[in-house]
């Protein structure tokens, strides 16, 4: 049960960002207006806190902020990109490096954690419902409508990949019998969501994920009767459930397992990304400017892999500041809460088939974890 004492607004009004993470509508850039308006009423309930304020973490906040200095004056110089391009992600990266002054206590981090997996298994049930309407055009980019909008199926496994390792740690550990029916029917639905997305990135990150977890569970729990029952139980019951509700599940299954030489014309994408990023030197240490991959090739929409788009659109100056912020947030995440450092493993592996610089579903997971406390957990492992 959450105790729902202790828990600030400010940590409130951060779940209302996890909440609309996947907002879209008809109405150009509504969701993206929504997912700004909710950061915006979270850094005013900020301010309007005076607890729990934490004095650590200015390596990573000045980190960001040079890093967002960075890209809206190199972005603002390009002759293939403007001001507007860098926006979004700066205004994500500044207000990650607002929450970096947060530490959350320990009823506020569970809060979080439920509200994200809540959130995500209401969002799994829209999610099916598309892919169910759109059938075989779904494996297309832009090809899924959630609300009447189109948006990319690969997106939306940044954050279901998230939510089933949660899920299935809770599943794996919880005691309470009606708890452990919500975390089951919520797996359940956010598997189903994956399998029916059709995507090879988020196939393979839902396997690494759930397997590393299962292997550490049935390497550190001691052996029993009802360890092994609890995992045959869980995945007859996903798999059943996979079979029952997913009307194009062998279609599903065929396309995710199915790796040619070109996956899905990925390979051709970095290759252009890395020429333009090794044009010349100025453009090896500073980049073309943030969004310029999008305009410089005639087929090329984007990088397709956000460290590729980090060198050839940001130069080497741009990916270092930005990979060492995303290494101290993976170390923070590590002595803390091991489970959370999973998570965002997965979803480092995950962008790198993914133009995810910009992207909320990447900078709500960082946002949490810069809450999440620094100190070591001498009891963290994963469960």
């Not at 050839?312 to 912020?325: A, D, N, Q, Y």
Request: net charge positive; with cysteine.
């Amino acid at each position: 049960m959450i105790l729902t004492k202790n828990i600030r607004f400010v940590v409130y009004c951060f779940s209302l960002v996890i909440a609309v993470m996947l907002l879209q509508t008809p109405v150009h850039g509504i969701g993206t207006i929504v997912a700004l308006a909710t950061m915006g009423i979270t850094s005013v309930a900020f301010f309007n806190t005076n607890r729990g304020l934490n004095r650590d973490q200015l390596s990573e906040r000045v980190l960001l902020i040079i890093f967002s200095i960075y890209i809206f004056l190199q972005t603002g110089l390009s002759p293939y990109t403007t001001i507007n391009d860098s926006l979004k992600v700066i205004a994500q990266a500044l207000f990650t490096c607002l929450l970096l002054k947060i530490s959350l206590n320990e009823n506020e981090q569970k809060f979080l954690k439920y509200a994200y997996e809540f959130f995500l298994s209401i969002w799994s049930i829209f999610i099916i419902q598309s892919c169910i309407d759109f059938r075989t055009t779904r494996y297309f980019h832009g090809s899924i409508a959630l609300f009447g909008s189109e948006i990319d199926p690969n997106y939306i496994g940044i954050p279901l990949v998230t939510a089933s390792i949660l899920l299935l740690n809770d599943i794996l550990s919880v005691s309470n019998k009606k708890l452990w029916l919500l975390f089951i029917s919520g797996y359940v639905l956010i598997s189903i969501a994956i399998i029916e997305t059709a995507s090879r990135g988020n196939f393979l990150s839902f396997v690494l994920g759930n397997g590393i977890l299962v292997y550490n569970y049935i390497k550190t729990a001691k052996a029993s009767f009802k360890k092994y029952f609890v995992l045959l139980l869980l995945f007859g019951g996903v798999f059943y459930g996979i079979l029952q509700l997913s009307n194009m599940f062998q279609d599903n299954f065929d396309r995710m397992t199915e790796f040619d030489s070109e996956s899905g014309n990925r390979l051709s994408l970095w290759m252009f990304s890395l020429n333009i990023w090794m044009t010349d030197l100025f453009t090896f240490i500073f980049g073309n400017g943030y969004g310029s991959v999008m305009g410089m090739g005639v087929d090329h929409l984007c990088s397709h892999n956000t460290y590729m788009q980090l060198l050839s659109e940001t130069g080497i100056v741009g990916f270092l500041l930005f990979i060492t912020f995303l290494l101290m947030m993976l170390k923070k995440s590590y002595y803390s809460d091991k489970v959370i450092a999973l998570c965002l493993f997965v979803t480092l592996f995950q962008i790198s088939a993914l133009n995810a610089l910009d992207n909320r579903c990447l900078w709500g997971m960082l946002g949490w974890i810069s809450m999440i406390p620094t100190k070591v957990n001498l009891n963290n492992k994963l469960k």
